[in-house]
């Protein structure tokens, strides 16, 4: 199995920023997707940035381009998040999760990720 614990959500102000991490253990053999996504009240998940393990490319969704960066420590086995130039919208409850890829590639669909973490709460005030 794969545990999946995220880390480093709280309240910041609008304009700051946070780094979030996620600490992987267990079996993550052929697991070359990690991702973050995020989920709001009301609305549903949705992709927030993703990286091929195997390579390091990264993906992000055009709502946090230039201001998020997600990253890998294989020596520590995490994931991270560093969030810059927050803005209440992105307020919400932020998961990593890890899947395998599809024909090389790492898919932006939440059904693409077969583990998944607990979240971590994001508020940014303004």
């Known amino acids: 199995q794969v545990q999946l614990v995220e880390s480093g959500g709280g309240t910041v102000q609008a304009g700051g920023s946070l780094r979030l991490s996620c600490a992987i253990s267990g079996y993550t053999y052929r697991l070359y997707c990690m991702g973050w996504f995020r989920q709001a009240p009301g609305k549903e998940r949705e992709g927030v940035a993703r990286?091929?393990?195997?390579?390091?490319?990264?993906y992000y969704a055009d709502s946090v381009k230039g201001r998020f960066t997600i990253s890998q420590d294989n020596a520590k086995n995490t994931l991270y998040l560093q969030m810059n130039s927050l803005k209440p919208d992105d307020t919400a409850m932020y998961y990593c999760?890890?899947?395998?890829?599809?024909?090389?590639?790492?898919?932006?669909?939440?059904?693409?990720?077969?583990?998944w973490g607990q979240g971590t709460q994001v508020t940014v005030s303004s």
């Open positions: 999760a890890a899947g395998p890829t599809y024909g090389g590639i790492c898919r932006a669909s939440v059904n693409a990720y077969s583990y």
């Open positions: 990286i091929y393990t195997d390579g390091g490319s990264t």
